[in-house]
């Protein structure tokens, strides 16, 4: 009798310990695969950092917005999208006389996480290509040299396909506003394109719109992008990300972004990401701060893939002198020199800037 029941016993012990092992086995497998991290590119140092956040602040932690865009979109589709109360993007009012000033920070938060919070971007590129949508580009011929840079970078719509030869084909992260969702929608081939199809995208926008527990529109349609683009990695902005890139806005220019009437474009966050993760920066098709100031100087279409649409001088005359909405596309070149002279490995291509001294730069009349 004793025998039988010390046989029982050791079955029970030994059935236990298997179960305890296939569903610590099984759980593993499920956060694995449910992150849904791919990857890594060839010759870079990738991953992501485990992030423990509280769960209930998890759901609404994304995302605080941005304000189009740094040579990417059109007037037309800036207003369809995030569209509030105010009729625009949403985050434009005035402060109030009791409200508390912008947050400030020591250090950049580096916010960049997956569509689920637990993970965030841990990326690293000896040098970077970032590429604007500039009409500069054309027939430029850029595009071998872009290809050979280990990281490239687009922004918004941007596309590859017919532009190779001055534009390059491949992606490694396409940074994207909330407005420019659509337009990866419509084109397929911005995400299915084997080439030029991005590694990771980046995105942000009005936090009604972004909320992750449901009742965020464009949130919802970018979770459903990504199951239908597993092989590329969704990344959002955390609030804390969005807040510095308007402290970094405030400190370089000496105006806050809502009391000035401006919004930040998507250039402006895509470099706070690449003066973080590249050794060296290598911009492609920005012009200097004076360049439309020059009546010689040809007025090139402000998108390389609209020939037709507006023109670059006219865009950027109307919104650096704009009272409210103004994407202030030359004060913030004027602050990507100024870091190229002073802080980061920076220089610039297609066309040439030569970098001697700040003061051979025109500055801007908002920086006055």
């Not at 509030?84 to 009012?93: A, E, P, S, Y």
């Not at 950049?108 to 841990?122: I, Q, S």
């Amino acid at each position: 009798m004793r025998c039988r029941l010390g046989c029982m016993l050791c079955l029970v012990t030994s059935f236990s310990v298997y179960i305890g092992l296939f569903l610590f086995t099984w759980t593993e497998r499920s956060e694995t695969s449910s992150s849904s991290i791919v990857g890594p590119p060839q010759g870079i140092a990738w991953g992501f950092r485990n992030v423990y956040i509280d769960q209930e602040k998890a759901a609404k932690r994304v995302n605080e917005p941005s304000h189009d865009d740094n040579n990417n979109n059109n007037e037309a589709s800036q207003t369809k999208r995030g569209d509030t109360d105010t009729g625009k993007h949403g985050d434009d009012k005035s402060l109030a006389a009791d409200e508390p000033p912008p947050k400030s920070f020591d250090k950049d938060p580096f916010g960049y996480v997956t569509l689920d919070g637990r993970k965030a971007l841990d990326l690293h590129c000896s040098q970077c290509a970032l590429i604007s949508a500039s009409g500069q580009l054309l027939n430029s011929g850029s595009g071998e040299d872009i290809d050979n840079i280990p990281c490239v970078v687009r922004m918004n719509q941007a596309p590859t396909k017919g532009f190779e030869s001055d534009v390059g084909s491949k992606t490694t992260i396409r940074f994207t506003a909330h407005s420019s969702l659509p337009s990866l929608m419509r084109d397929p081939m911005l995400m299915d394109d084997v080439i030029g199809r991005p590694q990771y995208i980046i995105f942000w926008g009005p936090p009604k719109e972004m909320d992750s527990g449901g009742s965020g529109v464009v949130y919802n349609e970018i979770s459903a992008l990504s199951m239908k683009y597993p092989y590329i990695n969704f990344i959002v902005l955390t609030n804390d990300q969005y807040q510095y890139a308007e402290y970094v806005f405030r400190e370089e220019t000496g105006k806050d972004r809502i009391t000035s009437g401006s919004w930040l474009t998507t250039g402006w966050f895509t470099m706070i990401l690449l003066r973080n993760i590249c050794d060296s920066i290598s911009i492609y098709g920005m012009v200097s701060p004076g360049y439309c100031q020059s009546p010689t100087k040809p007025d090139v279409p402000y998108h390389y893939f609209s020939p037709n649409g507006f023109k670059e001088c006219a865009q950027y005359r109307e919104h650096e002198n704009a009272k409210a909405h103004g994407h202030r596309f030359m004060s913030e070149k004027y602050v990507f020199i100024r870091w190229a002279l002073t802080k980061y490995n920076i220089t610039f291509h297609s066309p040439e800037i030569p970098l001697t001294n700040l003061m051979e730069f025109n500055k801007p009349k908002f920086l006055t």
